[in-house]
Each structure stands twice: as C-alpha cells, then as structure tokens.
C-alpha cells in the first residue's frame, strides 16, 4: 500500500449533513454562504490534513444519508432549522443505530430541535432565544478539554443570535462552553454526552443570518469536536450486541437454583 492511501486511511471521514434550505431562500443568508453552510464547513475541513469531509442535504436521495455513507462516516455534523419535520425517520433510525455504534455526532445551532438530537437526548430540547444581532461571548468553562484546545479564555461573535437558558437537555456530562450574551442571558453553549459508543457535541453558535461559520474560532471549535467525537475504541457490533445468553460461563460454575429458561434458551412460563 502506498503512502497517500495510508494517509487516506487515517483521516477522520467525516460527513457535514445541512438541510440546505435557507442559503437558497434568503437573499442574505445566501450572500453569506454561497454553497451552502455544509459547502464552508466541508472547505475549511478539507484543508486539514487530519479530514476528509464530504457533504450531504436534506433533498438528495435519502438525505444523503444513505447506508453506505453512513457506514464510511466516523462523524457526522448536522445543521437543520426550517425542515426539522422532512428528515424521514427511518434516517433518523439509521442515524441513532449508527450513533449507538459509535459514531460521532455534532450538532450545530437549530439542529438542538432536530428530529435526532431530541430522539438521542430523550427532552424537548426547547430553548428560550432572541434574534437580535447581539454580541455574544462563548467562555470557555472546561479549558483542559479537548475542544477548547487552541482557545483563550472566550470567543467574541459580534452578531448572534441568543439562545437563553432553560435550555431542556439532559445534564451535560462535560460542559465545555458556556455562552453569555449582550442582552443579558446565558446559555450552556458546548455540551458533551455519550450514548452507546458514540459521542455527541452540541455547539449553539451558527444562526445563519451571520458569518459564523467563517469565524476562525468557529471552525476551529469544529476541528476540535470533530477530532474529540471520532471513534476511538472498538465500534459495536450489533449482532454481538443482541440480546443473548451466554451458556458457558469462563470459569468453572455450580448452576444453583431454579431456571426461567429451558436448555433453548426460551422462556418457560
Ligand atoms: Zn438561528
């Protein structure tokens, strides 16, 4: 094998998944990103060695989220706001199966409302929020964490949309951000869970309405999720994850006691 599929090989392969709705609606958001959020995303990934990202939208063919892509996929980043609703759920159970598998999940912004985030986090995910312009500051709570690597003590985005607490989530198991805005408000703006094998970053920044994806620190937060969301262990097999007995034990055992099973393994009642 040559050295350049070696590299290949290595690389994070990472699928940046936009409903891709609003660049093609809205004069300003499309003057913002003229190839979509997915389009900026991919690019400045694409730059990094450590990455191979392509893209995929809501109107391809099953989303673009087919099987096989998300079986090349180590991490996927996702990116809804007005067609939460289109995402069949047969995807969505593609995509939690393959989360629960272990792959990475970041969702971005008003993907807290998609139909996997809330399926993966069991709340409402509702928020309080403003559009307004106001500045925001992302501080970092957790500065040994992965994903503040490279950060000061907080990113300034001069124009953002707010996001205010309650913010209906499970307790984060690491809070790596937390957002303050210029209204007033805070918000838990980085947070981390697992489920299953696989990791989950939410990430609040990216209203469309402003260039925040092309925020150095932005995209930088984004490398560093992507890196810290990428499988690292042993992906779980489903089959050797079902359901099933384990006749013969390692060490040598006295069975004691009445059984509810017969020698099949079915249920005796
Ligand atoms: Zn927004």
């Known amino acids: 094998m040559n050295q350049s599929n070696t590299q290949a090989m290595n690389k994070i392969r990472v699928t940046i998944w936009n409903e891709f709705v609003h660049e093609r609606t809205n004069p300003v958001v499309k003057n913002i990103y003229p190839e979509g959020i997915h389009g900026v995303i991919a690019k400045v990934l694409n730059q990094q060695d450590e990455f191979q990202a392509r893209t995929a939208t809501l109107e391809e063919p099953e989303h673009g989220l087919t099987a096989e892509i998300c079986e090349k996929t180590d991490v996927l980043t996702w990116w809804g706001h007005a067609a939460h609703d289109e995402v069949s759920d047969a995807i969505v159970d593609r995509v939690q199966a393959r989360v629960l598998q272990g792959m990475g999940l970041v969702v971005l912004h008003s993907g807290h409302y998609s139909k996997i985030f809330k399926r993966l986090m069991g709340t409402t995910c509702l928020l309080r929020w403003r559009e307004a312009g106001e500045r925001e500051r992302v501080w970092v709570a957790n500065p040994g964490h992965p994903i503040a690597e490279g950060l000061d003590r907080c990113i300034e985005i001069p124009n953002s949309e707010m996001y205010g607490e309650p913010f209906d989530i499970p307790a984060p198991e690491e809070q790596v951000f937390i957002s303050w805005f210029e209204g007033g408000e805070v918000f838990r703006s980085g947070c981390c869970w697992r489920r299953g094998n696989g990791k989950i970053f939410y990430f609040g920044p990216g209203h469309e309405l402003y260039p925040i994806y092309h925020h150095p620190l932005v995209q930088r937060v984004m490398g560093n999720a992507i890196r810290w969301a990428r499988p690292q262990g042993v992906w779980l097999n489903p089959a050797a994850a079902a359901h099933a007995?384990?006749?013969?034990?390692?060490?040598?055992?006295?069975?004691?006691?009445?059984?509810l099973h017969d020698a099949t393994g079915s249920l005796q009642v």
Do not use: H, L, M
């Open 245 to 259: 007995p384990i006749e013969q034990a390692r060490e040598r055992i006295t069975s004691k006691g009445p059984q």
